[in-house]
């Protein structure tokens, strides 16, 4: 609960460790969403994922597409579990 209370305030420091957080999420995320996004635009991937441009119009134009569509869908849902997370408990009374 540290990082959410730097998160909070209006700082430089804050500034720095959002950024440095994105960085960290980025990494799994992609790796998360290239296997799904590959599965949905019917790439015919190498054993270590994206077989990459030049082997026809679905690996060039087709997953990049679908592959950004899918991080997007993936990062609302985490904001939405994250702004869920986060609500203010009501109080007993």
């Given at each position: ?10 700082d430089?420091a804050s ?6 957080v ?10 998360m ?19 990459g441009?030049?082997?026809g ?12 569509l ?7 849902i985490l904001a ?5 997370a ?5 109080r007993?009374?």
């Open positions: 609960m540290v990082l959410i209370k730097i998160l909070k305030r209006r430089a500034i720095i460790v959002a950024i440095l994105a960085m960290i999420v980025a990494q799994p995320l992609s790796m969403t290239q296997r799904l996004a590959s599965k949905i635009s019917y790439v015919n991937n190498g054993p270590y994922g994206y077989a441009p030049g082997n119009w679905k690996n060039e134009y087709l997953f990049p597409l679908v592959w950004a899918v991080q997007l869908i993936v990062l609302e939405w579990i994250y702004i869920l986060n609500r203010p408990m009501p007993k009374k």
